[in-house]
């Protein structure tokens, strides 16, 4: 069974960094074709795609936030981290991370399952 | 970035009455592998989303069979036959090309 859970503050200030650390159990991320990805969610808003990892530590990022995200792997401790520079109250959601299943290709993803979500809200 | 499109924003159904969502693509979806990246997704309340279908109509497992999906290109519907109470939540389309978007959502309730 895989199971996936994000960790990290609830609360950060304007201009900080948010640094989030997904563990999962029930895969690997030195498993060919495998990823972690993380997706956030504004209240009641619609779901956003941020970043994505793979198994060979190969990087896709949103074109939009770029320049603020950094996603890296701990294989041996079964943790992705996200680190998202200069925090703005917009940023303000829930973020979850989520299990890519293997495929044999990269240029396309799908999720599942999920963590079940951490909020983080941005205030000062 | 390709932009999803779905319609209607809400909708609320009488159980054992049909529903429909529609989901539209800015682009193709049709890959020159000859898949289609296009999937469903369902928030139910106080949850994390779950996948119910992927490549336009397969169902995941454990989806019941009153869902499915359908479409090709850049049009795409999600259909449930018969409206169950447990279905209430926030249905999402979502495209797998990179970078991954998602639709708006559309927000199912039981009347």
């Known amino acids: 069974q895989i199971t996936l859970k994000e960790s990290g503050p609830t609360l950060v200030k304007p201009t900080q960094t948010l640094t989030l650390t997904c563990t999962f159990s029930?895969?690997?991320?030195?498993?060919?074709?495998?990823?972690v990805g993380w997706i956030r969610q504004p209240p009641g808003k619609a779901l956003e795609w941020l970043a994505l990892i793979y198994w060979d530590d190969d990087k896709r990022y949103s074109p939009s936030l770029k320049s603020r995200l950094t996603i890296t792997k701990d294989t041996s401790k079964n943790q992705v981290v996200l680190t998202m520079t200069n925090m703005d109250p917009v940023d303000t959601a829930t973020y979850y991370c989520a299990h890519r299943p293997y495929s044999g290709y990269d240029y396309a993803s799908w999720f599942d399952p999920w963590g079940q979500g951490t909020l983080v809200t941005v205030s000062s | 970035d390709i932009v999803m499109t779905q319609t209607p924003l809400s909708l609320s159904v009488t159980p054992g009455q049909p529903a429909s969502i529609s989901c539209k693509s800015s682009?193709?979806?049709?890959?020159?592998?000859?898949?289609?990246?296009l999937y469903w997704y369902l928030q139910k309340p106080g949850q994390s989303p779950q996948l119910l279908i992927y490549e336009v109509s397969s169902r995941f497992s454990g989806v019941p069979d009153r869902f499915s999906g359908s479409g090709s290109g850049t049009d795409f519907t999600l259909k449930i036959s018969r409206v169950e109470a447990e279905d209430v939540g926030v249905y999402y389309c979502m495209q797998g090309i990179h970078p991954v978007t998602f639709g708006q959502g559309t927000k199912l309730e039981i009347k």
């Open positions: 682009q193709s979806l049709l890959h020159s592998d000859g898949k289609t990246y």
């Open positions: 029930g895969f690997s991320l030195s498993t060919s074709g495998v990823g």
